[in-house]
């Protein structure tokens, strides 16, 4: 499975936009790369998924370069509310293979977003 | 649409008693996982089941805990003789299908006495 690194926490204001981003160098082929947010108490929520280039939805975007050994999560003109611990997972998609379906969670980004 | 439902949402157990955690998957879906949070850390899977079959029960431990996902009803994971290190945080999630994206219940908190 591949390991993902990101920041353990970054800081943020009101109205500003963040970027997230996470390492993965050893990504295989099949695989996609997902960030979920999480909040205390609550679980994990889906954010956003890609494969490469670019994903926009109405939450957020993700940007993936060629080489796909990296992503950035992007929340534009975020919010107090945006305060969680953020996840990037790299998994297999699409067609069931075997061990391809468990999700590995790193530490997460924490981010605190302030008035 | 309702999402994925998990109960109870708290749970205290004494050292030695049984827990049984349920999860409802969410409507359409027959694919449930299981993970486990400690504070401070991220999920760590458990166990990967579809309707009447464990498919992958690589994170589960060897000795006390067990989980199904019968034919009808929710999903349930049973953790025998429970100890104080099974205090954590439960999350079910469920998928359309294998490998599409799985989506997270509230979770039941695990407390042993």
């Known amino acids: 499975l591949a390991k993902t690194t990101q920041p353990i926490s970054m800081d943020s204001y009101e109205g500003q936009e963040v970027n997230i981003t996470c390492s993965h160098n050893n990504i295989a082929t099949n695989d996609y790369i997902t960030w979920y947010q999480q909040f205390p108490s609550q679980g994990p929520r889906f954010i956003i998924q890609g494969y490469k280039t670019k994903v926009t939805n109405e939450v957020a975007s993700l940007f993936i370069p060629a080489d796909r050994k990296s992503s950035t999560l992007s929340l534009p003109r975020v919010s107090l509310s945006d305060t969680a611990v953020y996840y990037c997972l790299v998994a297999l998609g699409g067609i069931l293979t075997g061990g391809g379906n468990k999700l590995t969670f790193g530490t997460g980004t924490q981010l605190k977003v302030e008035l | 649409n309702a999402g994925v439902m998990q109960n109870p949402r708290h749970l205290v157990r004494r050292r030695g008693q049984e827990a049984r955690l349920r999860c409802s998957p969410m409507?359409?879906?027959?694919?449930v996982y299981w993970y486990r949070q400690l504070p401070e850390e991220g999920l760590k899977f458990m166990v990967y089941?579809?309707?009447?079959?464990?498919?992958?029960e690589s994170g589960m431990p060897k000795e006390r805990f067990s989980a199904e996902f019968p034919k009808e009803g929710p999903s349930i994971l049973r953790i025998q003789q429970v100890v104080r290190g099974d205090s954590a945080a439960y999350f079910c999630a469920s998928s359309l299908a294998g490998g599409e994206t799985q989506y997270f219940g509230p979770g039941t908190r695990l407390l042993v006495l």
């Open positions: 089941l579809q309707k009447e079959n464990i498919i992958d």
């Open positions: 409507k359409g879906h027959s694919h």
